[in-house]
Structure formats: structure tokens, C-alpha cells
């Protein structure tokens, strides 16, 4: 619970200037041309939320019953000079990521029929703004999300890869290791981290693009641990696959095999040889090895420590859970 009643109504009461105010203020500060979200107003509701130039009118009572920084704020009596019945609260967050949230809570204009696979940007945005706004409940549900999508287990790890719908591309794991480190939830850094690793240099280091066009990066001491361990990746995986092809029949065997040393190690690794190698230098008992076991094997053997070579501690690593499935 808030208990600084002082520090909340200077932060989130009274900030906005009222169409009585405004003219005197005026002269000094530029005005702002508010609109209304036009998917979630709701001209009976009681509230209304203000995101940058954005404003959203809903129904207090799913909020104060769900989050207890909403409880708190509304708990505050409003200036002399605001409506009692239907509060105005500016928030500092992204329209976009607020309007994810109160979706939740409101119907709005968009109906969702049948099976849903939400977008990154929905599971981030509830996750970021409900741990802000301590909104438990969808914090953990969306925590349950991406643990089906970056799990402890090896075969569920697989399963999850094979099946993962377009709205979570490799380049979000970047956002997935930042939700992690937010909430403490450290059962998702081995898989997101080294997801971040199979991206390029350049692409890791720019980091992903929000839909408002801004762009979110790993802390520099995820950054290095990335690096690190694409290093440690580049020279490993060549040795360990050539290690295990001693009948390799080209003289050139063990030039190609280097093909091996940027691929994303728990990718099937038969197609990318089909891509890189046009010509086809790999000979035939290397390429039988990679379509075999032995590739399987050495994954599960790289998942298993997978913790420590990305440089975290996770306790159960390696174990299905029930929230795996």
C-alpha cells in the first residue's frame, strides 16, 4: 500500500490543467490538444485516465478491485475545483501500452472470438504496467504465457519453438530477457538469452522496435553475456560436430563444418547446411551425422548447463513444470 498520500496527488492528481484554468496558464505553457481514445469511452463511465495526449473513459471498479495503486489513488479526495463523480488521473505511460491493459478490464469495440494468441506487445505491456500499477493477477497470467514459450524443459523448449506464433519472433526475446529481470522471474533468462544470441550483431545491439517506434535493449550486462557466449558458441559447436563425424570423406570436411559455427544451436541443423551449402562440400556421412541423433543428443547436453554458460542461476533448470504443460 501507498502511504504517502502527499506524493500521490502531486503525481497523479491535479496535473492535468481544467478548461477553467487553462486560459490563465496559458501565456506560459503551451496548451495540449487532448483526444478521446476512440475505442475505449465510454460516456457513462466514472473514470478518466490520461495517457500523454490520449484519454480513456472506463468503470473505476475493475481497477480499485484488481490493482492496489489505483485503489490508493482513488481513495484521495479530488481538488475543489474537480468533478467528484468521474475523477481525471494523467498516467505516464504509452497510450498504446495503456489500451492493452484496460482491454482487460473493458471490452471496448474489439471482440475476440475463440482460441487467442496474444501479441508480445499485449503480454509486455500487461506485464510492464501491471507490475507498476501492482495488478498481480495479470502480471502472473501473462508470466504463465511466456514460460510456455521459453520453459525449463528441453522437449517443451522444442515443442514450444516448432509452434510459436508470428507475433514472437527471435528479436523479441531481447523484450522477454527485460521482463524477466523486472519481476525476478529467472526461469526465463537461459532460453530468452540465448535466443538473443542467433540474432546479429548489429540487430542485438540496436534491440527490438516497439510498435510506437521506440526501441528497447538489453542492460549492458546482458549485452555482454550475449557476446560472450556467441563467442564460446562459435568455437564450440564446430569442434563438437566434427568430433563426432571421424568418417568425414572430404578433404575439405573440416573447412566446411565452420558453416556450423554461426547457427542457432537448437535449430535443425540438416537446414541450414541445405541453405548455406549450395554446393554441397559437406559429404555424405557428415550430412547423414546431422540429420541423426547425435545432433539431439549434444542440444540436450547444452540445455542441460545451458544456465551457466549464459551466465545465470536458476534453481529446477531441466524440469517440466505444470505451467510448461
Not at 514472437?168 to 522477454?176: E, L, S
Not at 548489429?202 to 542492460?219: F, M, P, Q, V
Request: net charge negative; with cysteine.
Amino acid at each position: 500500500m501507498l502511504s504517502n498520500s502527499h506524493s500521490l496527488e502531486d503525481t497523479w492528481l491535479g496535473t492535468r490543467p481544467t478548461a477553467e484554468s487553462a486560459s490563465d496558464s496559458e501565456a506560459t505553457q503551451p496548451s495540449t490538444s487532448y483526444k478521446r481514445d476512440t475505442e475505449l469511452w465510454f460516456e457513462d463511465g466514472n473514470l478518466v485516465l490520461v495517457a500523454e495526449d490520449v484519454e480513456f473513459k472506463l468503470y473505476r471498479g475493475p481497477l480499485i478491485a484488481h490493482s492496489l495503486v489505483f485503489k490508493d489513488m482513488l481513495s484521495l479526495p479530488q481538488p475543489p475545483d474537480r468533478d467528484e463523480s468521474c475523477p481525471v488521473i494523467p498516467l505516464y505511460d504509452s497510450p498504446n501500452d495503456l489500451r492493452h491493459v484496460l482491454r482487460v478490464f473493458v471490452p471496448g469495440s474489439t471482440l475476440r472470438a475463440g482460441h487467442f494468441e496474444p501479441s508480445y506487445e499485449e503480454v509486455s505491456a500487461c506485464i510492464r504496467i501491471g507490475h507498476k500499477y501492482q495488478i498481480e493477477d495479470l502480471v502472473q497470467h501473462n508470466l504463465a504465457y511466456l514460460r510456455k514459450l521459453y520453459p525449463s524443459d528441453f522437449d517443451a523448449y522444442l515443442n514450444a519453438r516448432r509452434n510459436r506464433t508470428p507475433t514472437f519472433t527471435p528479436a523479441h526475446a531481447i523484450g522477454v530477457v527485460n521482463l524477466a529481470r523486472l519481476t525476478g522471474t529467472d526461469a526465463l533468462l537461459p532460453a530468452a538469452l540465448m535466443e538473443c544470441c542467433t540474432l546479429s550483431g548489429i540487430g542485438i545491439i540496436n534491440g527490438l522496435e516497439r510498435a510506437d517506434g521506440t526501441r528497447e535493449t538489453l542492460s549492458p550486462e546482458d549485452l555482454g553475456r550475449c557476446f560472450a557466449r556467441a563467442l564460446r558458441r562459435g568455437a564450440a559447436i564446430p569442434h563438437a560436430v566434427y568430433a563426432c563425424c571421424s568418417d568425414c570423406s572430404t578433404s575439405s570436411g573440416d573447412g566446411r563444418i565452420e558453416l556450423l559455427s554461426s547457427l542457432d544451436w537448437f535449430a535443425p541443423w540438416t537446414g541450414y547446411v541445405d541453405d548455406k551449402d549450395e554446393d554441397r562440400e559437406l559429404c555424405t556421412p557428415c550430412y547423414k551425422m546431422l540429420s541423426q541423433e547425435r545432433p539431439r543428443q549434444l542440444q540436450r547436453e547444452v540445455w542441460t548447463v545451458l544456465p551457466a554458460m549464459m551466465g545465470v542461476s536458476v534453481e529446477a533448470w531441466g524440469e517440466k513444470t505444470n505451467v510448461e504443460g
